[in-house]
Every structure is written in structure tokens, then in C-alpha cells.
């Protein structure tokens, strides 16, 4: 028998029991696997539910209740979590400095469709239990390749299988699929902007694949995250041909969405550097830009991440709301970075102060349609334990679920929109009405600053008054 721990909690006065230490060691966890192979991975851990702000159990929501309704929608409809593969899934812990730490005794460590067979049975145990709507994965994350093309397509399907019937049995979706095409040598030099000829058409029939498993299992988006799509160096780089060859990768994509049926949303997931030097998706600016040149911008949305965003020199809320403002705000990664360490850590977001401006800048802009609040984070090295997966994302959904109701609040109050509204007032009338209704040119508008002879005197910005009023709201929610 586990023997547990106990922890009181002060919401109901009630005993909830944690796993002592020996429930996570590697001689508890085999000893588990082979009495039993059967047996559930995560089987000591209850579905997690809404306990409320004074509950003491780190096995609980204290702030994501699913069916509570904000501003008419659930939070379960608002924030559409998913949980990622990779991190949580093929993730070891390990760094440059050293190997893996993880303990992952429900996985051989195997390169065999049925050790990823397995690994898809376990992972749909945690997505249940962690009662997120959505998953999402890299082909290669939930499949291993194969010695050549043909033997890697029939692994993913024969893993596909398995998402497809895990899918029908707990009614967890596909948030979003996509294709690695960074991690395998042979992408060194990009994918669609390889100077190979063979690797792109490579690239070309993995993302083929890639998108009939995820029009398959039903799949609401499709990323492009161009790890590699990008220079090292300009000396030895046709820049233009390179950007016109991704173009033209992203045509037949669309192109062959429309062949197979499958209507979901395309995503581009910005990201300045970290591998190249610099990557053409930098940030959403850079994408718009390029979508625009060649006639892509209808088929594209953004998936924004809060780390990218800082690699990037912007806030999250600076990408969410350029994203907005060009209806090409699509779904967002959830992490945060160490702004002590200068690359991408893929933390779980924790801090209010974050997730309520990513909330209030989804709201702004009607929500995230078709995708989701995806927490692409992973546990740190030194939190090698199952039952840590857990852990990290409960308070990260804790933390969006505040984030959303302080968010609400702040627009329901209006009086940050007010002051915004009230900064801008002098373009409502007069000669600012005539600036943004285009009837005036620079010899009209000359013309009034010699009749008037000196600007209307600026009024303060009132920076640290707001700040102020956007900390009243997360200590009253």
C-alpha cells in the first residue's frame, strides 16, 4: 500500500491526502508497472477539480472552475487549454550541461511504435485528469521514423490509431498538429528554405502527412514553426530566394488543404531566433509583412508565444494586440521566459500581472476562435517527478483562469477604456476628425496651425495612475 501525507485544507475543513515520497521513486513506479502492466499511469491522482481561492490542496483548481460563465462563455470555452506532447511527453530534462533527469516509467526509452503506442495511452490519462479540452503534438513527438519515408508515414499511422480512438473515448480534441522539420540532420540548412532541392520536397511530403493525420483526428489549426527557416550567416545566403521559396511551400499547403477538405486554421508561430540566428517568422510584424507579399494573408493567422514574444524585444500583450489589430490573432502558446537567462526557457506562466494582460488583450480582440490558451512549457530539470506534471499545470491554469476574471473585470469597470478613449478625444472633432477622415492634406492643416499659432497644451499620460488602477483589480479578484 502508498502511504500518503496528509495536508489540511482550510476551504471545507476537509483532509486531502498527497503521495508521500516514495510515490514517485523509480523503484515504486517500475514496481507498479510490473505487477501490473496494465495498470493506470497517473492511478493515485484524482481528476483535478475546482476547490476554490482557500483550498490548500495542490491537487485542486483554486481559480479555473470550467463551467463558471464570464462575460457569456465558460472559462472551459474562453481558455480552451491544451496540453503539448512534446514537453510533457517526450521531454527529459535534459540541457547542454547533461542528460535527462525525468522519471518516466511508463516509457521503455525505445524508438518502437509500441512504446509510442503506449506513451499515447498514458498521455490522454493526464489530458483526462487535467480535464483540458485539447492536446496537441509534432509528428515526430507521437511517432518515431522509420529507416525510410514510407516505414516513418505507416509509424504515425499506426500511432494514429491510437490518438483516434483515445480521442473518441474521452472527447479530448486535437487543438492544432504540425510536422518537426528542425530536430533531424537533414533540416541543418532549413526545410522550405533549404538550399537542397531533395529536402524541401522532403519537407513538402512530411508535411503532407502531417496534415491528413491532423484533418484525420480532426484537428481545429495547422502550425508553422520555421525552427530553422531562417540564416546563420548572409555571406552564403540568398535571402529573397529563400523567402520565395517558403512562399511557395505555404502555397501548396494551402493548396492541398483544399484537396483533402480540411478547413481548419493555418498558424504561424513568430519566433525571432534560437536556433538560426535570425528566423523569417520573427515576430507578427515581420510575418504580416511577408504574408502580405505574396498574397497569403486570407489562409494565416498567428499562434503568439509569450517567450517568443520577449526574444523578440515585445511584451505578450504588444503581440496579442498587433496580432488583433490585423484580425490575425489565431491561438497563443502559454509559457514565460527567465528574464534573468537570455533564451528560450518555456516556463509555466504563473504571474498574474502576464496572464491578466494576455487575457484582457483576447478579450479585446473576441477571443481566440479556433484555438487555444496551449501551455508549450515544461517542467524544470530539477522537477523530474510524474506527479510534477501536474503540479505545473494546474497553477498555470489557475493562473489564466485568474488572469480571464481579472481581465473582465477591468473591462466591465470601463474606466481604463474610459481614460484610453478620453487620450484620443481631440481626433473626435474638429481638425482631428478631418485628419482621420482623410479631407484634409498638409497645406490645410498648415493653414490651421497658422490661424491658431500654437498646439492645445498636452495632458499627462497618467503611466503610473494605471498601473496603480490595474493593480486594484488583481488584489480585488
Known amino acids: 500500500m502508498i502511504v500518503h501525507a496528509v495536508v489540511q485544507s482550510r476551504r471545507n475543513g476537509g483532509l486531502h491526502t498527497l503521495p508521500g515520497p516514495e510515490y514517485n521513486t523509480v523503484a515504486h513506479w517500475h514496481s507498479l508497472f510490473s505487477s501490473d502492466p496494465n495498470m493506470n499511469a497517473f492511478a493515485d491522482i484524482p481528476v483535478i477539480q475546482y476547490e476554490g481561492p482557500q483550498s490548500d490542496n495542490p491537487l485542486a483548481f483554486r481559480w479555473y472552475n470550467p463551467d463558471e460563465v464570464i462575460e457569456g462563455k465558460t472559462m472551459r470555452d474562453h481558455l480552451r487549454f491544451s496540453i503539448v506532447y512534446w514537453h510533457t511527453f517526450r521531454g527529459t530534462g535534459a540541457d547542454p550541461f547533461g542528460p535527462g533527469t525525468a522519471i518516466r516509467p511508463w516509457d521503455d526509452g525505445s524508438d518502437s511504435v509500441a512504446n509510442a503506442q503506449n506513451r499515447a495511452e498514458v498521455a490522454f490519462e493526464l489530458f483526462t485528469k487535467l480535464q483540458a479540452p485539447y492536446y496537441a503534438f509534432h509528428d515526430r513527438d507521437v511517432a518515431p521514423e522509420g529507416a525510410n519515408l514510407a516505414e516513418t508515414h505507416a509509424n504515425l499511422d499506426a500511432v494514429t490509431d491510437v490518438l483516434e480512438s483515445k480521442q473518441k473515448e474521452t472527447g479530448v480534441k486535437l487543438l492544432w498538429g504540425t510536422a518537426n522539420m528542425f530536430s533531424n540532420p537533414r533540416f541543418m540548412h532549413g526545410a522550405a528554405t533549404t538550399c537542397n532541392a531533395d529536402v524541401f520536397a522532403y519537407a513538402a511530403a512530411q508535411v503532407k502527412k502531417a496534415m491528413e493525420v491532423t484533418h484525420r483526428l480532426g484537428g481545429e489549426n495547422y502550425v508553422f514553426w520555421g525552427g530553422r527557416e531562417g540564416y546563420q550567416n548572409l555571406y552564403n545566403t540568398d535571402m529573397k530566394r529563400e523567402l520565395d521559396h517558403l512562399a511557395k511551400f505555404f502555397h501548396m499547403a494551402v493548396d492541398y488543404a483544399k484537396e483533402i477538405g480540411f478547413t481548419g486554421q493555418f498558424l504561424i508561430e513568430p519566433k525571432p531566433k534560437e536556433p538560426t540566428k535570425h528566423q523569417y517568422d520573427s515576430d507578427t510584424a515581420a510575418c504580416m509583412n511577408f504574408l502580405r507579399s505574396y498574397g497569403l494573408e486570407d489562409h494565416f493567422k498567428m499562434n503568439l508565444e509569450t517567450n517568443h514574444a520577449t526574444l523578440a524585444g515585445h511584451t505578450m500583450m504588444h503581440e496579442l494586440d498587433y496580432a488583433g489589430m490585423q484580425g490575425a490573432l489565431g491561438s497563443i502558446d502559454a509559457n514565460t521566459g527567465d528574464l534573468l537567462l537570455g533564451w528560450d526557457t518555456d516556463q509555466f506562466g504563473t504571474d498574474y500581472y502576464l496572464t491578466a494582460q494576455t487575457m484582457l488583450m483576447i478579450l479585446k480582440h473576441g477571443g481566440l476562435g479556433s484555438g487555444g490558451v496551449n501551455f508549450d512549457a515544461k517542467v524544470r530539470r530539477e522537477s523530474h517527478e510524474p506527479i510534477d506534471l501536474f503540479y505545473a499545470h494546474i497553477g498555470s491554469m489557475d493562473a489564466y483562469a485568474k488572469g480571464l476574471k481579472i481581465a473582465a473585470a ?29 479631407s484634409v492634406g498638409f497645406a490645410e492643416l498648415e493653414k490651421y496651425m497658422l490661424d491658431k499659432g500654437e498646439v492645445t497644451a498636452n495632458v499627462s499620460g497618467r503611466q503610473e495612475m494605471l498601473e496603480n488602477m490595474f493593480n486594484k483589480y488583481i488584489d480585488r479578484v
Open 410 to 438: 477591468i473591462r466591465e469597470n470601463g474606466e481604463m477604456d474610459e481614460f484610453v478613449k478620453n487620450r484620443y478625444s481631440s481626433f473626435d472633432e474638429g481638425i482631428g476628425a478631418k485628419i482621420e477622415s482623410g
